[in-house]
């Protein structure tokens, strides 16, 4: 019985809508959680402490996620999305009780190194879609992440601000687990498992890490160091925002307005990637790209210099909705690029890079706030988006002339 990849997308997109949910209802409150709970009311100390939280998480993150992507491609996508959906749900709450910073930075380093599931769902959806749907079913995709976090953002507002953080952590884990079980018996694989080396040294040549940068051209590694800057840019200010609106409006009710404002930004990512996912499959991603990166620009400007809640609100949404767009046109692109065989591994790779960007971006942007303050963090975020604009027509115009000397 041929397997349905529309099925296959829709209860990928539900399982990702859940444990995005799931997420979403306790991570924009962090700040507030550690202001709270460890007694830091100090903006840039507290800003310090989520930056380095923030931080190894990603640094974990960012070592595994090759190895996840490797691991698809030898053993099947539907078990590494599995692999992220359990352990999340088993160890994400256990940070409610960290006891310290330390503590909850060593349980966040772990839940990030077995964790990813935006990626691996990315990965069984593109190798179960045919090509010239590639960037409907990411766009879509694209949809359950934002829908899914704006859902999180509004349910944690309320938990949060009336019922305590613990349901907050503990509505995360179940979340996620539910996504698990979805994907475990209804999400169909037609996997064929690659026999096992016969040896060591065939395992290394197979999986070594020098073939696997081999195995794609030069315009492949340009287009995925994006994935760094992008990273930076489009994740710079987001563990800040709790402190920003307390900048702002002061620690008043401050997790209830940070989920509404997440939930309006969130609204915006489900708009563009709805209406920007088929314009991938119709025009080159490099065309919708450029003015998407103005925009964007343009819009975090707003928000760092935003007078009132209602001005960042605004300004926030019109960002996800203009940013939302970039990721998965160049996912689109990625996918184009390389054979079918390699998409897993370079999806990991891809999403490695990204996170290596958020990595880089905690570690700056922790520096950022705790020298020059919150609002800093907001400019720089906006710097960095416009400095994509000049790298996109390096990476363009390289491609371009590679296809022309091989044509």
């Given at each position: 019985m041929a397997i349905s990849w529309k099925r296959n997308l829709y209860l990928v997109w539900i399982s990702q809508l859940l444990a995005m949910a799931g997420f979403n209802a306790i991570s924009p409150f962090i700040p507030v959680f550690i202001r709270d709970h460890f007694g830091i009311y100090d903006e840039n100390v507290r800003g310090a402490w989520v930056s380095a939280l923030t931080f190894f998480g990603m640094f974990s993150f960012c070592v595994s996620a090759p190895l996840w992507g490797m691991l698809a491609d030898r053993f099947g996508r539907k078990l590494m999305l599995l692999r992220s959906y359990?352990?999340?749900a088993l160890l994400f709450p256990l940070l409610y009780f960290s006891p310290n910073m330390i503590v909850m930075i060593m349980l966040r380093f772990c839940v990030s190194a077995f964790s990813g599931t935006v990626t691996a769902a990315q990965t069984l959806v593109v190798t179960t879609t045919p090509e010239e749907h590639h960037g409907y079913a990411l766009g879509l995709l694209s949809t359950a992440v934002w829908s899914g976090s704006m859902f999180g953002y509004m349910a944690g507002a309320l938990i949060v601000n009336y019922?305590?953080?613990?349901?907050?952590?503990?509505?995360?884990?179940?979340?996620?687990?539910?996504?698990?079980?979805?994907?475990?018996?209804?999400?169909?694989?037609?996997?064929?498992r690659r026999p096992k080396p016969r040896s060591k040294t065939a395992s290394a040549k197979k999986w070594g890490w020098r073939d696997a940068l081999r195995a794609y051209s030069p315009s492949v590694w340009l287009m995925l160091s994006l994935f760094v800057l992008m990273g930076m840019s489009r994740r710079y200010d987001e563990p800040y925002l709790a402190i920003m609106i307390e900048t702002i409006h002061g620690t008043e009710n401050t997790s209830y307005y940070t989920g509404i404002i997440s939930a309006g930004a969130a609204l915006g990512g489900v708009i563009s990637g709805a209406a920007l996912g088929r314009l991938c499959d119709r025009y080159s991603p490099l065309k919708l790209a450029n003015p998407l990166i103005v925009l964007t620009f343009l819009f975090m400007l707003w928000q760092a210099f935003s007078p009132n809640l209602l001005s960042l609100g605004v300004a926030r949404f019109c960002c996800f909705m203009t940013a939302g767009g970039l990721e998965p046109a160049f996912q689109a692109l990625l996918a184009q690029m390389a054979p079918p065989a390699k998409r897993g591994t370079l999806f990991g790779v891809a999403s490695s890079l990204r996170m290596m960007g958020?990595?880089?971006?905690?570690?700056?942007?922790?520096?950022?706030?705790?020298?020059?303050?919150?609002?800093a963090v907001f400019v720089v975020a906006a710097l960095l988006m416009l400095s994509l604009l000049p790298l996109l027509r390096w990476a363009t115009r390289y491609r371009q002339r590679r296809y022309v000397k091989t044509s």
């Open positions: 359990y352990i999340t019922w305590g953080y613990f349901w907050g952590f503990a509505i995360c884990g179940i979340m996620y687990l539910l996504g698990g079980l979805l994907v475990q018996f209804f999400v169909k694989e037609d996997f064929e958020i990595l880089l971006a905690a570690l700056s942007g922790g520096f950022v706030i705790y020298f020059w303050g919150t609002r």
